[in-house]
């Protein structure tokens, strides 16, 4: 089955850090763009960070650009997100995601599978 | 960096009626758009890429439109399964790629 399991979130007090893990099952992990995307708690979708398939390209939003580190291991099939410095901004729900890849191997950043999410919460 | 900006925030429709939300992108980005469905309590659903492609499962009630900065997503004949958020999601170049704020459709 294809599919996508975040774990390690939780409470953690502002100014602490967390390492999200997402494990990918049912497709050639390494090749696809991954990404992580959060949902604040009634709020909208935001794009938070991104990796390309094999590992060496890396993108960020502005708003964790500088805490927050994308990681893969493709030996591993696993996705990471380790985030420092966190705030109480940074509470949201966090997703990965898989991006898109043709034949030709072009990335086409959408996203057609999602995890469950994982909650990290960020207070005293 | 490009904005999206969907309309309306949120839309209440009865059950049959065709329902319209429009996202409009900052500056053209062609046809890269994405829609997603995302129901109360469950994960985000991909519904429509490249502005106009269903994706496979979705009902055909269910259609996109549009290309450079601004873009429809339709429901032909509102359902109650329906209930959800709906966002965009440009994808015109690497990333950052921008969801819209999300429009929140209700069954009158």
């Known amino acids: 089955e294809v599919q996508l399991l975040e774990s390690g979130g939780g409470l953690v007090q502002p100014g602490g850090s967390l390492r999200l893990s997402c494990a990918a099952s049912g497709f050639t992990f390494s090749s696809y763009a991954m990404s992580w995307v959060r949902q604040a708690p009634g709020k909208g979708l935001e794009w938070v960070s991104a990796i390309s398939g094999s590992g060496g390209s890396t993108y960020y939003a502005d708003s964790v650009k500088g805490r927050f580190t994308i990681s893969r291991d493709n030996s591993k099939n696993t996705l990471y997100l380790q985030m420092n410095s966190l705030r109480a901004e940074d509470t949201a729900v966090y997703y990965c995601a898989k991006n898109i890849r043709d034949s030709s191997g072009w990335v086409y950043w959408y996203f057609d599978l999602w995890g469950r999410g994982t909650l990290v919460t960020v207070s005293s | 960096d490009i904005q999206m900006t969907q309309s309306p925030s949120s839309l209440s429709a009865s059950v049959g009626d065709r329902v319209t939300i429009t996202c409009r992108a900052s500056?053209?980005?062609?046809?890269?758009l994405a829609w997603y469905q995302q129901k109360p309590g469950k994960v985000p659903k991909l519904l429509i890429y490249?502005?106009?492609t269903l994706q496979s499962g979705v009902p055909s009630r269910f259609s996109g439109s549009g290309s450079g900065t601004d873009f429809t997503l339709t429901i032909s004949s509102l359902q109650p399964e329906d209930v959800a958020t709906y966002y965009c999601q440009k994808y015109n170049s690497a990333p950052p790629n921008t969801f819209g704020q999300g429009t929140k459709l209700e069954i009158k």
């Open positions: 500056q053209g980005i062609s046809n890269y």
């Open positions: 490249a502005a106009s």
